[in-house]
């Protein structure tokens, strides 16, 4: 059986090692060593930007509002 593709392998949950700058808000946010954070690597490029825990809700919850649309656009609505 082949692997199922990753559509979202450019996203990921670190948790940072020294304090880092949420890419959102820089200069009113930052994360603090140990804490967890979302990291988006931009494609293209090897850069990656990160976000705070507030500000990643919004890009989560996005994400996943985009899941739903796709699914439902295949599946329909009523479909497990
Ligand atoms: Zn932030």
């Not at 559509?7 to 940072?16: C, I, P, Q």
């Not at 820089?26 to 976000?51: D, M, R, W």
């Amino acid at each position: 059986m082949p692997p199922i593709r990753r559509v979202l392998g450019h996203v990921s949950v670190d948790t940072a090692r020294a304090r880092r700058k949420c890419h959102r808000k820089p200069n009113e946010h930052s994360i603090t060593k140990g804490e967890a954070c979302l990291v988006i690597k931009e494609q293209g490029q090897g850069s990656k930007k990160n976000y705070c825990r507030t500000c990643a809700r919004p890009i989560l919850q996005q994400a996943q509002a985009d899941l739903d649309l796709l699914t439902t656009g295949i599946y329909g609505q009523n479909t497990e």
